[in-house]
């Protein structure tokens, strides 16, 4: 159930320069809350910035009643958000969201992520390594070893992980989605995940209808109440013809998508 | 202490509606506040059959305000026939059915339909800036106005509310037409028709490349129209542009508004209408104002 809550900020870390991990207090969010799914934050109880910032969730934390999220500072929104400090309250709504990851067992899944767009990718796989008996491999791209965050966490919820650089400052040097490709050949996935930036989803789009894999991805679009009724955040649906566009809502129907629903 | 008004022949037990296009219709909000707190919902902006909207991205956030050019997609009047209005009559809330179409035949046909159906009245969407046909195009004249709105005014016997567009040099003049044609009150305003450019890709943020500013930011212009119609125009108007506070909604009042409506108040908060009705009460109680109608209007100039 969603709901409108006051949270108070527990934990602030900055993961980079221009990256940030809050912990939250927020039961009400916690008790509902599934992998994939975003809050909207006003970042201050004022008219400028207007509206809310929807931000992924890391990881919900059952136990403490905590949730985490990472943003990337980009705008007035983040750059506000960025200056709260512990004892703070974040005026939060959440969960939000339907389209969610499905968490179930498998034999063996991809998960893919790139940027920004790794982060909401831990709660997934941490349910999936906790509560199912799947074998979880795990592709994330970064831009160059700075970037390269969380390491560790994402290693202790995943079987095999594999990282990218885009320069080689780190690990593999190229895209995720290649060793993606190149483990599809040898390995039996029998569903893949993605959230990163739009040519990376797409790709992982294309190699799971050529493969013919299960594919969910998460997406994203500007949207101004994340509640599904501005209609903002429009995402054409892949049965549209280019004369009757048709649309999803990222808010309503997303942001996890099955892939072969989307056209992105 | 009296809150109720009477809108153009609604009556509501406050002055607050929330506005179309801000609030679906009422499903979602239903979670996280009580409908029957609120005057009247203005539903989404409907039509005959299913709009699908314009391409994205669709808003695009501004000092204090932001950009839409959703498009007007909606399910078509069939589907909130069977859908929404059930749902929407379980509550103590006026429903106020916001009609748009892209001819003067459409909204007639679609104003046929709304006159079967059990709700309290219909604003007449002549003002929309996202969309290629109809809606704004009839809405800048005053024979425009009068237009279509006598036609729909032929067949329909509810209460009609027509909501007008800012986008005009003289704001008077399509609320003559609407008044001349029989319309029981006029509603304003509508979006300001804007554009955002992003400097590094050299192209606007929206998709289609104007769309309709709204929030905060065009309070003070939304004011100034309701004043200078309210001078003009004897039927009653619904006010609206930036109400985020019950102190928003008296400056509206004063102007000339019998009502107003909460618009993207409602995204930044769901709560926003139900902080507005307190507002205006707090006012009423600390000013010892009786009743809301004896201070509509009352604005003094200098």
Redesign the interface.
């Known amino acids: 159930m969603k709901v409108n809550i006051k949270a108070k900020i527990i934990k602030k870390e900055k993961l980079k320069d221009d990256i940030y991990k809050f912990e939250v207090q927020a039961k009400e969010i916690v008790n509902s809350a599934q992998a994939g799914q975003f809050i909207e934050i006003r970042v201050l109880d004022n008219i400028q910035p207007l509206l809310r910032r929807p931000i992924s969730i890391y990881n919900i934390n059952k136990e403490r009643g905590t949730l985490e999220f990472i943003f990337q500072v980009k705008g007035k929104g983040t750059n506000i958000l960025a200056k709260r400090e512990i004892g703070e309250e974040l005026d939060i709504i959440g969960p939000l969201g339907y389209g969610t990851f499905e968490v179930k067992d498998y034999e063996k899944v991809a998960i893919i992520g790139g940027g920004i767009g790794i982060f909401p990718l831990y709660e997934l796989s941490k349910e999936l390594k906790n509560n199912t008996t799947t074998k979880i491999n795990m592709y994330l791209g970064f831009r160059n070893k700075e970037y390269v965050l969380l390491e560790e966490e994402f290693k202790n919820v995943s079987d095999k992980l594999i990282i990218t650089t885009d320069d080689g400052t780190y690990k593999i040097k190229g895209f995720a989605i290649d060793e993606l490709k190149k483990d599809i050949e040898k390995e039996k996935i029998d569903k893949i995940f993605a959230c990163g930036p739009l040519p990376m989803l797409k790709a992982v789009q294309d190699l799971a209808k050529e493969k013919n894999i299960q594919c969910e991805i998460s997406l994203e679009e500007k949207m101004a109440c994340g509640l599904g009724v501005c209609l903002g955040c429009a995402v054409k649906t892949a049965s549209s013809s280019k004369e009757a566009p048709q649309y999803w809502h990222v808010c309503k129907a997303g942001p996890v998508f099955n892939a072969n629903d989307v056209e992105i | 202490m009296n809150t109720s008004v009477n809108l153009a022949g609604i009556n509501m037990k406050n002055p607050v509606t929330v506005a179309s296009?801000?609030?679906?219709y009422g499903r979602?909000?239903a979670?996280?506040i009580d409908l029957n707190k609120i005057g009247g919902i203005c539903t989404?902006g409907t039509s005959l059959k299913p709009r699908?909207?314009?391409?994205?991205?669709?808003?695009?956030?501004t000092?204090?305000?932001?950009l839409?050019s959703?498009g007007l997609?909606n399910p078509g009047v069939e589907y909130f026939m069977e859908n929404d209005l059930p749902f929407l009559k379980k509550f103590d809330t006026k429903i106020i059915v916001n009609a748009c179409g892209s001819s003067i035949d459409e909204y007639v046909e679609l104003a046929k339909v709304l006159n079967t159906l059990d709700i309290d009245g219909v604003e007449l969407n002549l003002s929309c800036p996202n969309v290629k046909a109809g809606c704004m195009a009839f809405g800048t004249t005053y024979e425009g106005v009068k237009e279509v709105t006598s036609k729909v005014r032929k067949v329909l016997d509810k209460p009609l509310i027509v909501k007008l567009t800012p986008n005009v040099t003289n704001i008077v003049d399509p609320a003559k037409g609407a008044e001349d044609a029989g319309a029981d009150g006029v509603s304003l305003i509508n979006t300001l028709l804007g554009m955002s450019i992003d400097i590094h890709k050299r192209r606007p943020h929206l998709a289609n490349n104007m769309g309709g500013l709204s929030?905060?930011a065009i309070k003070p212009v939304a004011v100034r129209m309701v004043y200078q119609v309210a001078q003009n125009v004897k039927i009653p108007i619904l006010g609206l542009g930036g109400i985020?506070s019950g102190e928003d909604a008296i400056e509206f009042i004063l102007a000339g508004a019998t009502a107003i409506s909460v618009g993207?108040g409602?995204?930044?908060?769901?709560?926003t209408c139900i902080k507005v009705v307190n507002g205006i009460e707090e006012y009423m109680k600390k000013y010892n104002i009786e009743d809301i109608n004896n201070i509509i209007g009352t604005v003094q100039m200098n």
Do not use: C, L
């Open positions: 296009g801000t609030f679906g979602e909000f979670e996280f989404k699908s909207g314009n391409k994205p991205p669709r808003v695009y956030e000092p204090a305000g932001m839409n959703i997609q929030g905060p985020v993207t409602n995204f930044i908060a769901p709560d």
